[in-house]
Protein backbone atom coordinates (compact mmCIF):
# COMPACT_ATOMS: atom_id res chain seq x y z
CA UNK A 1 0.00 0.00 0.00
CA UNK A 2 1.50 3.09 -0.59
CA UNK A 3 -0.19 6.70 0.41
CA UNK A 4 1.06 9.99 -0.96
CA UNK A 5 -0.67 13.32 0.56
CA UNK A 6 -0.34 16.68 -0.97
CA UNK A 7 -1.44 20.26 -0.37
CA UNK A 8 0.25 21.17 2.37
CA UNK A 9 1.48 24.80 2.81
CA UNK A 10 1.88 28.09 4.19
CA UNK A 11 -1.32 29.90 5.57
CA UNK A 12 -2.21 32.93 7.66
CA UNK A 13 -4.61 32.70 10.62
CA UNK A 14 -8.09 32.26 9.71
CA UNK A 15 -7.16 30.79 5.95
CA UNK A 16 -7.91 27.52 4.19
CA UNK A 17 -6.18 24.75 3.02
CA UNK A 18 -6.90 21.04 1.83
CA UNK A 19 -4.66 18.31 1.92
CA UNK A 20 -5.72 15.43 -0.52
CA UNK A 21 -4.31 11.76 -0.18
CA UNK A 22 -3.98 9.03 -2.98
CA UNK A 23 -3.82 5.08 -2.19
CA UNK A 24 -2.56 2.79 -4.40
CA UNK A 25 -1.30 -0.78 -4.25
CA UNK A 26 -4.17 -2.21 -2.84
CA UNK A 27 -8.39 -2.63 -3.31
CA UNK A 28 -9.75 -0.32 -0.48
CA UNK A 29 -13.17 -1.36 0.02
CA UNK A 30 -14.26 -1.79 3.72
CA UNK A 31 -10.87 0.69 4.87
CA UNK A 32 -11.41 3.55 6.51
CA UNK A 33 -9.25 6.32 5.67
CA UNK A 34 -8.05 8.88 8.23
CA UNK A 35 -5.72 11.70 8.76
CA UNK A 36 -3.39 12.38 11.70
CA UNK A 37 -0.82 15.40 12.33
CA UNK A 38 2.43 15.87 14.55
CA UNK A 39 3.71 19.08 15.68
CA UNK A 40 6.89 19.41 16.80
CA UNK A 41 7.68 17.69 19.98
CA UNK A 42 4.43 16.29 20.51
CA UNK A 43 3.06 12.96 19.84
CA UNK A 44 0.77 12.19 16.39
CA UNK A 45 -2.69 13.19 16.94
CA UNK A 46 -6.06 11.77 15.73
CA UNK A 47 -7.79 14.65 12.98
CA UNK A 48 -10.26 12.80 10.85
CA UNK A 49 -11.17 9.23 9.93
CA UNK A 50 -13.84 8.38 7.18
CA UNK A 51 -15.28 5.13 6.51
CA UNK A 52 -16.43 3.54 2.66
CA UNK A 53 -19.79 4.65 3.69
CA UNK A 54 -18.99 8.49 4.33
CA UNK A 55 -19.65 7.52 8.15
CA UNK A 56 -17.13 10.37 9.59
CA UNK A 57 -14.87 11.07 12.94
CA UNK A 58 -13.43 13.73 13.94
CA UNK A 59 -11.29 14.81 16.72
CA UNK A 60 -12.64 18.00 18.93
CA UNK A 61 -9.90 20.39 17.62
CA UNK A 62 -10.99 19.43 14.04
CA UNK A 63 -14.84 19.81 14.53
CA UNK A 64 -16.73 22.29 12.92
CA UNK A 65 -13.81 23.51 10.78
CA UNK A 66 -12.56 20.66 9.22
CA UNK A 67 -14.03 18.26 6.78
CA UNK A 68 -13.30 14.63 5.63
CA UNK A 69 -14.42 12.94 2.24
CA UNK A 70 -13.19 10.75 -0.15
CA UNK A 71 -13.77 9.42 -3.45
CA UNK A 72 -13.71 5.84 -3.90
CA UNK A 73 -13.39 5.51 -7.27
CA UNK A 74 -9.84 7.56 -6.96
CA UNK A 75 -9.01 5.87 -3.75
CA UNK A 76 -8.44 9.06 -2.44
CA UNK A 77 -9.44 11.24 0.52
CA UNK A 78 -9.09 14.83 1.55
CA UNK A 79 -9.03 17.33 4.54
CA UNK A 80 -10.77 20.52 3.61
CA UNK A 81 -9.41 22.53 6.52
CA UNK A 82 -10.99 26.09 7.35
CA UNK A 83 -10.43 28.85 10.28
CA UNK A 84 -6.96 27.76 10.51
CA UNK A 85 -4.84 28.58 13.57
CA UNK A 86 -1.55 28.62 14.63
CA UNK A 87 -2.04 25.67 16.67
CA UNK A 88 -2.66 23.98 13.57
CA UNK A 89 0.51 24.03 12.66
CA UNK A 90 2.12 20.24 12.09
CA UNK A 91 2.92 17.88 9.67
CA UNK A 92 -0.29 16.09 8.34
CA UNK A 93 -0.35 12.24 7.45
CA UNK A 94 -2.79 10.72 5.85
CA UNK A 95 -3.33 7.07 6.56
CA UNK A 96 -5.84 3.52 6.15
CA UNK A 97 -6.91 0.89 8.34
CA UNK A 98 -9.18 -1.61 7.21
CA UNK A 99 -12.34 -2.53 9.10
CA UNK A 100 -12.52 -0.14 11.45
CA UNK A 101 -10.65 3.19 12.88
CA UNK A 102 -8.85 4.05 16.02
CA UNK A 103 -7.96 7.44 17.69
CA UNK A 104 -4.54 5.76 18.47
CA UNK A 105 -1.33 6.55 15.65
CA UNK A 106 -0.01 2.84 16.19
CA UNK A 107 -2.70 1.27 15.56
CA UNK A 108 -1.83 2.05 12.19
CA UNK A 109 0.69 0.37 9.51
CA UNK A 110 0.36 2.30 6.86
CA UNK A 111 1.66 6.33 5.94
CA UNK A 112 1.78 8.39 3.48
CA UNK A 113 4.88 10.84 3.91
CA UNK A 114 3.19 13.56 5.45
CA UNK A 115 2.73 16.97 4.03
CA UNK A 116 3.88 20.35 6.80
CA UNK A 117 1.00 22.94 7.08
CA UNK A 118 2.32 25.83 8.89
CA UNK A 119 -0.25 28.23 9.71
CA UNK A 120 1.17 31.84 10.58
CA UNK A 121 -0.59 34.71 13.24
Known amino acids: VLLQASGGGLVQAGGSLRLSCAASGGTFGNYFMGWFRQAPGKEREFVAA???????YYADSAKGRFTISRDNAKNTEYLQMNSLKPEDTAVYYC????????????????WGQGTLVTVSS
Open 50 to 56: IGWSGVT
Open 95 to 110: TVRRYSYTEQWNDYRY
